[in-house]
């Protein structure tokens, strides 16, 4: 799980690095899950929420550059 305070002090490139390094993990954890080789099935809905976490965070701050 992913601290917000953290991810508040990254900038917009490693965020956009961080998103999508977690979306290509949660695919894999998801298809692990699928063929019974991940046993923690509330992984995948875990990192869902640290994908919200980090695109909330990332869109906060492209809307502070915007003013």
């Keep these: ?3 917000i305070t953290e991810l508040r002090k990254k ?3 490693d965020l956009k690095k961080e ?3 977690i979306k290509k993990d949660k ?3 998801v298809a692990d899950v699928l063929q019974k080789k991940e046993k ?3 992984k995948a809905s875990l990192m ?3 994908i919200a976490r980090i695109q909330t ?3 906060e701050k ?3 550059g915007k003013k």
Excluded: A, F, T
């Design 1 to 3: 799980m992913l601290d």
């Design 11 to 13: 900038n917009i490139d």
């Design 19 to 21: 998103l999508e390094k």
């Design 27 to 29: 695919q894999k954890v």
């Design 40 to 42: 923690n099935v509330k």
């Design 48 to 50: 869902k929420k640290d």
């Design 57 to 59: 965070v990332l869109n």
């Design 62 to 64: 492209l809307s502070e």
